[in-house]
């Protein structure tokens, strides 16, 4: 017994397994990431598993998808092997003396790719199985590709590097790759020499054979390190490679056929990533850490002198004018701008726009029901359900929804839904579409957004931040805010390309709902309301007008920003800053001094409660004079009632050391639910008695298999949340509805 444990443990691959977690655990954190992404314990709420159980290529999950996938699978898994070689390979003097030694060390290292693979293919399955409801007949079919792709890479990669020494490239390189070169820079560093030869008695061989290490014919050291170094100027190769195919890609991400998956780019983003990694460790050896330090202060350096900047902008707003001509954001500025009889006047002109309203909406002289529509941030998961609500709504009206909405507000991913729903009306009040109620619309706003995003991320932002584009007559930086805008585009068959101007007249004289669409400030806090009507009466609370320093905590987009030709900017772009969540859509910054910096609506208010609730307030004389009922419409993500599960801070240590700090994250929307709540309360008071609250909610059909919160929802989740319509509460509600708004009797 003694004798087999001491052959298995000084077996190359398992002393290789056991290098790699004694030395360089950095390397390991890539497999980690993997694997817990694969399992949905990492960026879970950005529906990274999906990227990689799931891949969409042409938007579809296919064979192709697969395929593509498997092959940058494979290119991270050989970045692996060779950077992992030219890093340890001084520990395996007697690798010299074997044929094709990258090879042979290739098959000794693939304990860990091995089983990441295993286990990828038993996630994987089980994924396509339980929530894209594929048949067993695609699922191996989608398996295949998978693996054929591995295989092309692999049988490419032998064939390539490690067999045709006088390839025209590789000879090209070897100059100006030659690791000498850079090695000569580095300061001599006699820890630099340290050896730790790995004790390892048996192999497998290249013929895949178990072979005993005494059996190799023993060659000089300075033999064996020559014959190791050939090898080392792969990594650099296949990181150059790896780049100049992302590269292209970002450069060209316009067209779809070169857009692959989103898990296949980040899996070559990985890849140049460990290619870095090990270089540096390879060239730096005991002063690497002083060269990430240099490294770090040098990106600051970029970033501080405006070499490059890791925000957004909004496209078709002009950023272009000059310095001076650019609006100054501070308290001073705005409450110079934001007046009392700037608030009497643009309440004024909302209630005119009320009236042209109300009189395409009377019916034998009886004052009609008006509707205000708010609806909750939750990304694809809350722009699907709205949407939803709204259409099914509308239908069992027979279209009274629409016609009596004048208000539409909330937040990130609601506001998609509820955009699409209003730009989809609009079209058909215009002649420009038959049916409104085709299903083929649900589907388009249930289409994925994520993997152009985070294509983009891995294949643009962080590989070249200085592609341009021209559009709207303006040259702007292209990013994965671009990238998500253009699929939007592309998934609603250019229904949302439009500028926000487009809608401005249909809206002011009463034929389509008000869209408000918010995003929050990051520098004060405050709001940024988007719309085509003056929305001065918005921005302050009534009873600071006379106040010397009222505390203005809204900005009204298109009066403060006058001067950048506000009506052009897309309403992509505003949908976009208004469901910015951090880190999947970048900051986006505006035109002005200092430059305003805009994120999630949600960050602020999550359902619209405070904007539609201070709308009604603003406008409750002309509403009480001129309407029959007043519907305040609540669509919700989430259920009013049970907005948080109950956490246990004693159930273990990390509970304990992370709750305290995340707390306002985890609970973020807890806390609104609780603190808007009390408006249900006050609000009424003011309309003597026609205003009525009714919610709608998503209720999942199992409590604990709720819709993820990202920008890409499964086969099951749409189909889940589209059932959510016909829960009990939601269809007692819904008959609520269709009484308000149905004529009156005579």
Known sequence: ??????????FLPVQLLLLHFRKYQLLLIFWLILFLTITGRFASHFGASSLFLAPEYLGKISFLSMLLLGCAMCVFIMMWHITTFIIHSKRMPYMGATR??????????SIIPVAFLAFYSVVCIHFQWRSEHAPVKNIILLQLGFYLGIFLVVLISFAYFFRVSRDFFKNLLSSITNPAFIRELIPYDSLDYELDILPAQSYISGKLKIEKNADLEPF???VMNTVLRRHHRNVIFATVLAYVLLLLMGVFMERPLLRVPAGAGFLLLFSIIMGVVGAFKYFMKSWEAIGWIIFVVLISLMVKFKFFDLRSIAYGLNYHTHTANEPIYDYEHVRALFTPQRYAADKQTEQTRLGFWKSKNTIDTCDPPLVVVTVSGGGSRSAYWSFRTLQYIDSMTNGRLFKNTVLITGASGGMIGATYWRNLHDAFQQGLLKDPYAPKYQNNIGKDLLNAIIFSFASVDLISPFNKINLAGYSYTRDRGYAMEQELIRNTNGLMDKNIGYFGKREADGSIPLLIINGTIINDGRRLMIANQPLGYLTQP??????ATPPIDGIDFAAFFAGQDPYNMRITSALRMNATFPYVLPVVKMPSQPRMNIMDAGLRDNFGTEVASRYLFVMRDWLKKNTRQIIYLDIRDTRENEVSPISDQTSSLSNMIVDPVFVIQNKWEAFQSYSQGIL???APQNFAG???????????KESNKVAALNFHLTQEEKTDIAWSIYNTGNQAAIDTIVKLLNPPTP
């Open 1 to 10: 017994m003694k004798k087999v444990v001491s052959g298995i443990y000084y």
């Open 542 to 547: 009534e009873f600071s007008l006379n106040n």
């Open 690 to 700: 026609k205003l009525r609250y009714i919610t709608l909610q998503y209720v999942p």
């Open 100 to 109: 094709h030694a990258f090879v042979v060390y290739c098959y000794n290292n």
């Open 680 to 682: 249900e309360d006050i």
């Open 220 to 222: 000089h050291p300075r």
